[in-house]
């Protein structure tokens, strides 16, 4: 069973930034890509951004692109989303994720996830 917990939310003013951080626990983290995803009030649940098993490669969503970097540290076993020049339409629920093998999320979406966070509040004052 692998366990993802989120931290690193908060209150932030628009154009401000905040680093989420995702620890992972219960398996070998190499073998899973790990993304991120947010919800917002009213909204369905997106992909944000993810980082690949096996190469490191990542993927982003074009709302976030230029402002949000993925990373991961497989040591620590956490992967990060560095997330800069905040706008009040971040504000949303971020949830971490792990897929066993390849990031989809790009193509598959949230079915495809094999394990979540429990997710963590952002919130960009106007």
């Known amino acids: 069973q692998v366990q993802l917990v989120e931290s690193g939310g908060g209150l932030v003013q628009t154009g401000g930034s905040l680093r989420l951080s995702c620890l992972v626990s219960g398996h070998n983290l190499e073998y899973y890509s790990l993304s991120w995803f947010r919800q917002g009030r009213g909204n369905e649940r997106e992909g944000v951004s993810c980082?690949?098993?096996?190469?490191?490669?990542?993927w982003y969503a074009d709302s976030v692109k230029g402002r949000f970097t993925i990373s991961r540290d497989n040591a620590k076993n956490t992967v990060y989303l560095q997330m800069n020049s905040l706008q009040p339409e971040d504000t949303a629920v971020y949830y971490c994720?792990?897929?066993?093998?390849?990031?989809?999320?790009?193509?598959?979406?949230?079915?495809?996830?094999?394990?979540w966070g429990q997710g963590i509040s952002v919130t960009v004052s106007s």
């Open positions: 994720a792990a897929e066993y093998g390849p990031c989809t999320v790009a193509t598959m979406g949230a079915p495809s996830m094999d394990y």
């Open positions: 980082i690949s098993s096996s190469d490191g490669s990542t």
